[in-house]
């Protein structure tokens, strides 16, 4: 079965951004997340897999990724795999129609050394190697939408047919009688209509199985987080100096020594696993559930064009089943996490298996005031705000909540910034009536702090205190 690997951003941004990486090396768009998502669930009530195989391309290798999550197998990135057609290069005018050897038909129809003649080869030697080990068995190739209409031609010998793909169609091939079999072209069914690609088109993405907490969480941050925009998110956090400074200060705090590999779960936008990079981490895996966030932050990875962020990649999962080995971190960072969930416990037991013996975990999130009453309200305002707000919590619960998963507490700190309140709802992008009903809530109660937040009138802006407590535990 070959899979043509899901949208890209090079699909999308290559107009905008200009470097090598977004033609050869860039992630996956929101539309792309969402379709390898659909892909995954469809594989798994259809489909009887024994192995998984993919191209060293970023596209395929993420692609790939998501369906051996699904599908519970390891992903083998084959190298001798080409990623695409070198763009310019025409397809031949004629080829041979007879069934012969594609080396055959090089040597009459194009020039053996020319780009299109390597790329040929080099596919068509990976399929013949990649079909001998898993002789019998049926298996799923990732590769780019070049390298599946290329394997058609190969196959079907017709070799100046235009073929379509489509991003995680599959097409299928069979050995039957001594004979290769076309099963289907470009299959899609798992792809709803109208397609993926179409502006304003989102599909939530929930995970199959998860517990009911779990899935209503992942439902309601899908459902948040799919209405932003992803070029005024980027927009924002480009020219957001404020916070920077507030990521720079938890870093500061987190001392995490160079050469660490590291996981930030709930990476959002991605600038916290950018500049633990920049710090000198050697490798750092951002994790989040949100399509439209992941886009951000691989598109920020691609226009920065540093050569530190070749080290970040980012990953489609729940926080409360990552699709990774035990101890495979050094560090693992949740900022601003934990408030989304009903079940934190379930978030901080899943760090602990993926942390190392003597693993740092960095928890950093919104911090409430111990009046029961307080929280209440401040709940309520930030739910207002961003409806996959569950719960601020106090420094005691989390503390427990760190301690119950076996973790030892070596340092914590409460800290305040001030916020502005138009700036902290357009992070969100909030709509007017909400913007409306959330001042209201919050001058209620600016004589009497019910919030917890001291709030206050300066001049013509409402400004209050964001407090955020910060707590760095260590692995035994």
Same mark, same amino acid.
């Given at each position: 079965?070959?899979?043509?690997?899901?949208?890209?951003?090079?699909?999308?941004?290559?107009?905008?951004?200009?470097?090598?990486?977004?033609?050869?090396?860039?992630?996956?768009?929101?539309?792309?997340?969402?379709? %390898?998502?659909?892909?995954?669930?469809?594989?798994?009530?259809?489909?009887?897999?024994?192995?998984?195989?993919?191209?060293?391309?970023?596209?395929?290798?993420?692609?790939?990724?998501?369906?051996?999550?699904?599908?519970?197998?390891?992903?083998?990135?084959?190298?001798?795999?080409?990623?695409?057609?070198?763009?310019?290069?025409?397809?031949?005018?004629?080829?041979?129609?007879?069934?012969?050897?594609?080396?055959?038909?090089?040597?009459?129809?194009?020039?053996?050394?020319?780009?299109?003649?390597?790329?040929?080869?080099?596919?068509?030697?990976?399929?013949?190697?990649?079909?001998?080990?898993?002789?019998?068995?049926?298996?799923?190739?990732?590769?780019?939408?070049?390298?599946?209409?290329?394997?058609?031609?190969?196959?079907?010998? %017709?070799?100046?047919?235009?073929?379509?793909?489509?991003?995680?169609?599959?097409?299928?091939?069979?050995?039957?009688?001594?004979?290769?079999?076309?099963?289907?072209?470009?299959?899609?069914?798992?792809?709803?209509?109208?397609?993926?690609?179409?502006?304003?088109?989102?599909?939530?993405?929930?995970?199959?199985?998860?517990?009911?907490?779990?899935?209503?969480?992942?439902?309601?941050?899908?459902?948040?987080?799919?209405?932003?925009?992803?070029?005024?998110?980027?927009?924002?956090?480009?020219?957001?100096?404020?916070?920077?400074?507030?990521?720079?200060?938890?870093?500061?705090?987190?001392?995490?020594?160079?050469?660490?590999?590291?996981?930030?779960?709930?990476?959002?936008?991605?600038?916290?696993?950018?500049?633990?990079?920049?710090?000198?981490?050697?490798?750092?895996?951002?994790?989040?559930?949100?399509?439209?966030?992941?886009?951000? %932050?691989?598109?920020?990875?691609?226009?920065?064009?540093?050569?530190?962020?070749?080290?970040?990649?980012?990953?489609?999962?729940?926080?409360?089943?990552?699709?990774?080995?035990?101890?495979?971190?050094?560090?693992?960072?949740?900022?601003?996490?934990?408030?989304?969930?009903?079940?934190?416990?379930?978030?901080?037991?899943?760090?602990?298996?993926?942390?190392?013996?003597?693993?740092?975990?960095?928890?950093?999130?919104?911090?409430?005031?111990?009046?029961?009453?307080?929280?209440?309200?401040?709940?309520?305002?930030?739910?207002?705000?961003?409806?996959?707000?569950?719960?601020a919590r106090s420094a005691d619960q989390y503390r427990k909540l760190v301690v119950g998963a076996g973790l030892i507490?070596?340092?914590?700190?409460?800290?305040?910034?001030?916020?502005?309140?138009?700036?902290?709802?357009?992070?969100?992008?909030?709509?007017?009536?909400?913007?409306?009903?959330?001042?209201?809530?919050?001058?209620?109660?600016?004589?009497?702090?019910?919030?917890?937040?001291?709030?206050?009138?300066?001049?013509?802006?409402?400004?209050?205190?964001?407090r955020m407590f910060y707590l760095r535990a260590r692995k035994p």
């Open positions: 079965m070959l899979v043509c690997q899901a949208e890209g951003l090079q699909n999308r941004y290559s107009d905008l951004i200009q470097t090598d990486r977004v033609a050869t090396d860039g992630g996956l768009t929101a539309a792309g997340w969402e379709q %390898a998502n659909l892909l995954a669930q469809w594989l798994q009530g259809h489909e009887r897999i024994d192995a998984i195989y993919c191209a060293p391309l970023l596209r395929s290798r993420l692609t790939a990724q998501r369906l051996g999550q699904a599908l519970n197998l390891p992903v083998t990135v084959y190298e001798g795999l080409p990623g695409r057609i070198p763009a310019g290069v025409p397809l031949p005018e004629s080829w041979d129609p007879l069934n012969r050897s594609i080396l055959q038909q090089m040597d009459v129809d194009v020039d053996p050394a020319s780009p299109y003649a390597v790329y040929l080869r080099q596919l068509v030697q990976a399929l013949d190697e990649i079909v001998l080990e898993n002789y019998g068995k049926t298996f799923i190739l990732v590769v780019s939408g070049n390298g599946v209409a290329s394997a058609v031609r190969h196959f079907c010998g %017709a070799h100046s047919t235009p073929v379509a793909v489509c991003h995680t169609g599959i097409t299928e091939f069979r050995r039957l009688d001594g004979a290769w079999y076309l099963m289907y072209v470009n299959r899609r069914e798992h792809l709803p209509a109208p397609p993926l690609t179409q502006p304003g088109v989102r599909v939530n993405v929930t995970m199959a199985a998860a517990p009911d907490d779990h899935a209503a969480d992942l439902a309601a941050v899908g459902r948040t987080y799919a209405r932003l925009s992803p070029s005024e998110v980027e927009l924002r956090d480009l020219k957001d100096l404020e916070r920077l400074q507030r990521i720079r200060h938890l870093l500061k705090f987190a001392q995490l020594r160079p050469e660490m590999a590291v996981l930030d779960v709930g990476t959002g936008a991605g600038q916290l696993a950018l500049m633990v990079a920049e710090e000198g981490a050697k490798e750092v895996v951002g994790v989040d559930v949100s399509p439209v966030m992941l886009e951000v %932050a691989e598109y920020m990875r691609l226009r920065s064009g540093l050569p530190d962020a070749s080290r970040v990649s980012f990953r489609l999962a729940p926080a409360h089943a990552m699709p990774f080995r035990d101890e495979r971190f050094d560090a693992v960072i949740t900022r601003l996490l934990l408030h989304h969930s009903h079940r934190p416990q379930d978030l901080v037991a899943e760090v602990t298996r993926l942390l190392m013996h003597g693993g740092v975990y960095v928890l950093a999130d919104l911090l409430s005031a111990d009046d029961p009453v307080k929280r209440a309200t401040l709940n309520a305002i930030e739910e207002k705000r961003n409806p996959s707000h569950v719960a507490i070596e340092t914590e700190q409460t800290v305040t910034f001030e916020r502005e309140f138009e700036d902290w709802l357009n992070e969100m992008q909030v709509e007017p009536a909400v913007r409306t009903m959330t001042r209201e809530m919050i001058e209620a109660g600016l004589e009497t702090d019910a919030a917890g937040i001291s709030a206050r009138r300066r001049g013509d802006k409402l400004v209050f205190e964001q």
